[in-house]
C-alpha cells in the first residue's frame, strides 16, 4: 500500500479533489497531533522515533494532514465512540498482530485521537491491542501509551489510525456526518413538541436559591468581588475560606449553609504564592480565635493551586497554535480543573487578570465565552465561585461616590453580566473618617462591602469590615504582622447596642414629643408625628451636628430595634390626650413606646471604653471631629460571632434583612 492510495482513499470518503498524496515527509505544514492529553506528558518516543519506516511517516504526512477536517469537530464523548467503534471492530484485529512500527503507530494515532473528557479512548486502544497474542502487560502497554508525545511535530496523528480503519474496511461514515454537520452548523431536526418544556411552579417543585454565604455566594455560580489593588480582596477571601472550612455558621453577618466537618474550599492563585498564602491562613485562624480541632478542619479542607508557577490560565491557547484562547474542548487547563473540582464546595480564583487567557479585559466576547466554561463547570461540580477582580485606577473618593455600581468592576460590561453577585469593596472617603476614628479604627483600614448586582435577592445594605495586622508565630518562634480581616464583634445583642447610644435614644424615647395643643406624648413605632426613628434622629444630631441625617436615622433604626430585642423598650397600650375642638377632653386608648431602664445591658467596663475611645479621637480625630462622632451600630439582635459557629436568629443573615454594617464597641487592638 502506498502513501499516494491512501490519500485517494480519504479524498475520495471526504469528497475531496483526487490527486497525488503531498510529498512526504517534508511536508511544509507539520501533522501535528490533534489530540491533547494532559497525562500523555512524557518525553519524544525514541522508540518509534527509531523503529517507525519511512512507509509509515509517509502514510501519516498523507493522511494525518486531512484528519483535522472533521475529527476535531467530534466532542470528546464523540471521540469516544469513534475509538470504541474501530478498537471493537474484527476487521481490526489482524492489524494487532502487525511488526511492531505498525502497531505503534496504530496505537498513537489512538493516543492522538484523545481530547480531555475523551477518557474511553485508552482503554479500547488497550482492548484493541489485547486482541493479539503477543499482548505482553498492561505495565507495557502504559509505557508505550504514555510515550506518545502529543506536542512533536511532524509526529503520529489520529489521520493514521483512520487510514487503517478504513483500508480493511472499518466504515466511519457516521461519524464523517456528524462533524459535517456541525462543521456546517446544520442543526439536527429537533421534534418541536419535545423542543419545549413546561415550567413546574407549584409549591412541590419549587426550591430556594442554593445560596452557599446568604447574599454572597451560591451554589453553581459565581461571584466577583471587585477592589482597588490592595483594598482587602484576597485577605477577605482567605478570612472566607477559613470560615467556611472550619465549619462556622456564618461569615461575619452572613449565614453559611455549613455541615459537620466544614466545606472544602479550592484556592487557585497566581499573586499569593503557597507561603505568603500559609500566613494569611494562620492570621485569619488567629482573629477568628479557632480551636486545635477548628484549625485540622481548616488543615484538612483548603486546598491551594500555584497558578503562577504552573503557568494554569483558563482559555490559555494551544502549543504550537496561533490563537488567542483554545476551543473549549481543547482547553486543556479547563479540563485540568473539571477533573479536580468534584467535592468542592467553593472555588477561589485570584484574580481574573491572572488566570484568564484574555487577549484584553475589554472583549465582551471572550470574557463570555470563558465564564460560560467557568460556570458549566462549576455547576456540574455544585460550587460555588468567588472570582476576585480589580477596579479601575482611581483614587478612593471617586471610587466612594461610585459605589454599588457596575462602573467599579474593570473591563467588559460582561464580566458583571456573566456572574450572579457582584461585589464591590472600597474605602472610606475623608468624609467618612471621623466615623471611623470615632470606633478607635483607623480610616485607612476600613473596608465597605455592598452589591453591585444581585439577581436573587434585595441588595443587602453595606457592610463593614477592618483590615487589621495580625502577629502569627513563624518557624524560629519570631512574630511577624500579617494583613487579616475582622468582621465586628457580634456574639451577643448586649454587645450590639452602645451605651452612648442606648442611654440616648432611650431617654428620647422618654421624653416623647408634643403634639399640637403642647401635651406631651409617648413615642411610637408606627408612622407619623410620633414616630420613634424621626425623634430620635433629632436627639442624635442635637448630640453631634457633624453626623448626616443618613447616617444618624441609621444609627437610631437600628438601636431602637437592639432596645426593642434587648426588652429595653416596648409598644404597650398607653392614655394619650383627647380634644375637642381643641379642647383638653379626656384621654383615650393608643399605642406608646415604654422603657425599662432596669433591662439595661450596660456594663461597667462601657465607661472606661467610652473614655479610651474619647482619648483616641482627642489625639487623632482630624478637626471638626468629636468625641461624640458615631457610626451605624451593629445590627441588634443577630448573636452571631465570627470565633463561634452559633447563630441565634439566622434570619437577620439574610440579605433579605438588612446585615451588619458597621463596627460594633469592641476592642480593636491588633497584635
Known amino acids: 500500500m502506498t502513501a499516494a492510495y491512501s490519500y485517494r482513499a480519504l479524498a475520495a470518503a471526504f469528497g475531496l ?227 467556611l472550612a472550619a465549619g462556622f455558621a456564618a461569615v461575619g453577618p452572613f449565614e453559611v449553609d455549613n455541615r459537620p466537618g466544614g466545606l472544602r474550599v479550592a484556592y487557585i492563585s497566581a499573586e499569593e504564592d503557597v507561603k505568603r498564602l500559609g500566613l494569611l491562613v494562620a492570621a485569619a485562624c488567629q482573629v477568628l480565635s479557632l480551636t486545635k480541632s477548628e484549625r485540622a478542619l481548616v488543615d484538612a479542607n483548603v486546598r491551594y493551586h500555584d497558578a503562577q508557577a504552573s503557568g494554569w490560565r483558563l482559555g490559555a491557547s494551544r502549543p504550537g497554535q496561533q490563537e488567542e484562547m483554545a476551543p473549549e474542548e481543547h482547553d486543556q487547563h479547563l479540563w485540568q480543573l473539571k477533573a479536580a473540582l468534584p467535592g468542592t464546595d467553593l472555588l477561589i480564583l485570584d484574580t481574573l487578570a491572572a488566570l484568564f487567557a484574555l487577549p484584553n479585559e475589554n472583549d465582551n466576547n471572550a470574557i463570555t465565552a470563558l465564564m460560560q466554561r467557568l460556570n458549566r463547570a462549576t455547576r456540574q461540580a455544585n460550587c460555588a465561585v468567588l472570582l476576585l477582580h480589580h477596579t479601575p485606577k482611581m483614587t478612593r473618593e471617586v471610587a466612594a461616590a461610585q459605589r454599588g455600581e457596575a462602573t467599579l468592576v474593570r473591563g467588559g460590561g460582561a464580566i458583571t453580566n456573566s456572574a450572579r453577585v457582584v461585589l464591590t469593596i472600597t474605602s472610606p472617603p475623608a468624609k467618612e473618617h471621623p466615623a471611623f476614628i470615632a470606633q478607635g479604627v483607623m480610616p485607612d483600614r476600613g473596608r465597605r462591602l455592598e452589591h453591585a448586582k444581585i439577581n436573587d435577592a434585595p441588595p443587602m445594605a453595606p457592610a463593614f469590615f477592618e483590615l487589621v495586622s495580625q502577629s502569627v508565630k513563624v518557624h524560629d518562634g519570631s512574630d511577624i504582622a500579617v494583613r487579616a480581616v475582622r468582621f465586628p464583634a457580634s456574639g451577643s445583642s448586649m454587645q450590639t447596642v452602645s451605651r452612648k447610644h442606648g442611654h440616648l435614644i432611650m431617654t428620647a424615647a422618654d421624653a416623647g414629643v408634643l403634639d399640637q395643643q403642647g401635651a406631651r406624648v409617648p413615642l411610637t413605632f408606627g408612622p407619623g408625628p410620633r414616630n420613634a426613628t424621626r425623634a430620635t434622629v433629632g436627639a442624635l444630631r442635637a448630640a453631634n451636628p457633624n453626623i448626616t441625617d443618613k447616617w444618624a436615622e441609621e444609627i437610631a433604626r437600628r438601636t431602637l430595634k437592639g432596645l426593642k430585642d434587648l426588652g429595653c423598650i416596648s409598644e404597650e397600650e398607653v392614655r394619650l390626650p383627647q380634644y375637642k375642638n381643641g379642647v383638653p377632653n379626656g384621654t383615650q386608648a393608643g399605642r406608646g413606646l415604654v422603657t425599662h431602664w432596669d433591662s439595661v445591658p450596660w456594663r461597667l467596663e462601657d465607661d472606661a471604653q467610652d473614655q479610651q475611645s474619647t482619648d483616641a479621637q482627642q489625639s487623632s480625630a482630624p478637626d471638626g471631629a468629636t468625641d461624640n462622632t458615631v457610626v451605624p451600630p451593629q445590627e441588634p439582635g443577630t448573636g452571631v460571632s465570627d470565633g463561634h459557629a452559633t447563630v441565634e436568629n439566622p434570619n437577620s443573615l439574610s440579605p433579605c434583612h438588612d446585615p451588619v454594617s458597621a463596627f460594633a464597641q469592641a476592642d480593636r487592638g491588633e497584635g
Open 17 to 243: 479533489p483526487e490527486g497525488e498524496a503531498p510529498a512526504a515527509p517534508n511536508n511544509s505544514k507539520s501533522a501535528t497531533s490533534t489530540g491533547n492529553l494532559p497525562s500523555l506528558s512524557g518525553a519524544p518516543s525514541a522508540v518509534f522515533a527509531t523503529a517507525a519506516s519511512g512507509y509509515v511517516i509517509a502514510v501519516n504526512a498523507s493522511v494525518g494532514l486531512l484528519s483535522e477536517h472533521w475529527v476535531d469537530e467530534l466532542t470528546a464523548n464523540e471521540r469516544n465512540g469513534l475509538a470504541k467503534a474501530i478498537a471493537n471492530d474484527p476487521r481490526m484485529r489482524p492489524l494487532a498482530d502487525s511488526p511492531r512500527p505498525q502497531w505503534l503507530a496504530i496505537l498513537f494515532g489512538f493516543a492522538a485521537l484523545g481530547v480531555p473528557g475523551a477518557t474511553e479512548v485508552c482503554e479500547a486502544a488497550r482492548t484493541w491491542s489485547k486482541t493479539s497474542s503477543r499482548y505482553s502487560s498492561d505495565a507495557d502497554f502504559g509505557r508505550d501509551w504514555n510515550s506518545f508525545d502529543h506536542n512533536r511535530t511532524n509526529g503520529i496523528s489520529v489521520g493514521t489510525l483512520i487510514y487503517h480503519a478504513e483500508n480493511v474496511g472499518v466504515d466511519l461514515q457516521v461519524w464523517r456526518e456528524i462533524a459535517r454537520n456541525r462543521s456546517r452548523a446544520t442543526a439536527p431536526i429537533v421534534n418541536p413538541v419535545q423542543f419545549f418544556t413546561p415550567v413546574p411552579f407549584d409549591q412541590l417543585h419549587l426550591r430556594p436559591p442554593p445560596w452557599l454565604v446568604s447574599g454572597l455566594l451560591m451554589r453553581g455560580e459565581t461571584t466577583t468581588l471587585a477592589g482597588q489593588g490592595g483594598g482587602a480582596k484576597t485577605a477577605w477571601a482567605v478570612h472566607v475560606a477559613v470560615t
